[in-house]
């Protein structure tokens, strides 16, 4: 990945943010990461608030409130600095050259290594990187959600900005064993997301049947196509895959080792061309967070 000043990556990069628990999963980081610090990188995301039950009550990157942010994840990860400091979402109500003059004083206090963007749209990446550099975009991008790649893309590719993409496995749906009569958990985010009703998968099942051929004759899994085919996009993409169990993350990682070719990538360049994916990847409400 290509970064915007002088970042070294180590072997592992752990990503994670206040909102994930909330709080919690900080927590869960910091404990096991504290014996190995100066071996990973840290990343982890500010710019919600949250009230008493734990639930999101909005959005805030004021600049007091980003480093309140700062300064209890610092505690919570058991560490001096944070490598990479996402902002969540866009907050149509602070601009983001406040946000990142911002992280940028923070920066120079040693408490911050590097400024990141989640979701941002192309004017607010430019406007963000013009007061500090942005390291990296952490958006959704994968073989089944490709609208980064009409505007997002180049514009990291020209500012020199690395992109993390979340979901690279369309929130499983990729991996081939989710069905049109998959049901999910009550909790289940995938519950409340148009592409994923029963009559959108079985839309879209046609792009898990392509991804099963070709991951026979690369004698991979379809997950492992998946991955390597955002691994080959561009030498600054860096996919962020989730799991919670050992065996998948043993499949993700050999995703490093399939080698697609440019008749490989042509190949399935064709065949998406074909499929049309059914659905939006947000409900309304949240829709209306992402690209501003």
């Given at each position: 990945?290509r970064m915007s000043?002088?970042?070294?990556w180590?072997t592992?990069?752990?990503a994670?943010a ?10 869960v980081?910091?404990?096991a ?5 100066d071996r990973v990188v ?8 949250f009230s008493p ?5 909005g959005m805030n ?6 480093r309140?942010v700062?300064e209890?994840?610092l505690k919570?990860?058991?560490?001096d600095r944070?490598d990479?400091?996402?902002?969540h979402r ?5 601009p983001?050259?406040?946000?990142a003059g911002?992280?940028r004083e923070?920066?120079r206090e ?11 749209g192309?004017q607010t990446?430019?406007?963000a990187?013009?007061?500090q ?7 959704e991008?994968s073989l ?5 790649e009409?505007?997002i893309?180049?514009t990291?590719e020209?500012l020199?900005i690395g992109f993390v ?6 929130k499983?749906?990729?991996?081939g ?10 909790k289940?985010?995938r ?5 994923f009703?029963?009559?959108n ?10 991804l099963?051929?070709i991951?026979?004759?690369k004698?991979a ?8 085919w ?5 030498p600054?993409?860096?996919p962020?895959?989730?799991t919670?169990k050992l065996h998948r993350?043993e499949?993700n990682l050999?995703?490093?080792g ?5 008749d490989?990538?042509g190949?399935?360049e064709?065949a998406?061309s074909?499929?049309t994916?059914q659905?939006?990847?947000y409900p309304?409400h949240l ?6």
């Amino acid at each position: 990945m290509r970064m915007s000043g002088p970042m070294r990556w180590a072997t592992l990069s752990f990503a994670t943010a206040e909102a994930y628990g909330p709080y919690k999963n900080e927590e869960v980081v910091g404990e096991a990461l504290a014996p190995f610090r100066d071996r990973v990188v840290i990343a982890t995301k500010f710019g919600f608030e949250f009230s008493p039950d734990g639930g999101q009550s909005g959005m805030n990157s004021r600049p007091e409130h980003i480093r309140e942010v700062a300064e209890a994840s610092l505690k919570r990860l058991k560490t001096d600095r944070i490598d990479l400091f996402y902002q969540h979402r866009v907050d149509p109500n602070v601009p983001i050259e406040d946000v990142a003059g911002t992280v940028r004083e923070l920066i120079r206090e040693g408490k911050v290594k590097h400024f990141g963007l989640s979701e941002a749209g192309p004017q607010t990446i430019r406007r963000a990187h013009a007061v500090q550099p942005v390291t990296a975009l952490q958006s959704e991008y994968s073989l089944w959600w490709r609208e980064p790649e009409k505007k997002i893309l180049p514009t990291l590719e020209e500012l020199g900005i690395g992109f993390v993409p979340f979901s690279p496995l369309g929130k499983g749906f990729l991996t081939g064993v989710i069905s049109e009569s998959t049901t999910f958990d009550s909790k289940d985010f995938r519950n409340i997301v148009p592409r994923f009703t029963a009559e959108n998968r079985k839309a879209n099942q046609g792009l898990v049947d392509l991804l099963g051929k070709i991951a026979a004759w690369k004698k991979a899994t379809p997950a492992q196509i998946a991955l390597a085919w955002l691994l080959a996009r561009k030498p600054w993409i860096v996919p962020i895959p989730g799991t919670t169990k050992l065996h998948r993350l043993e499949e993700n990682l050999g995703a490093a080792g399939v080698e697609l070719t440019p008749d490989d990538l042509g190949k399935i360049e064709g065949a998406l061309s074909r499929i049309t994916v059914q659905g939006d990847r947000y409900p309304a409400h949240l829709q209306a967070r992402i690209g501003r």
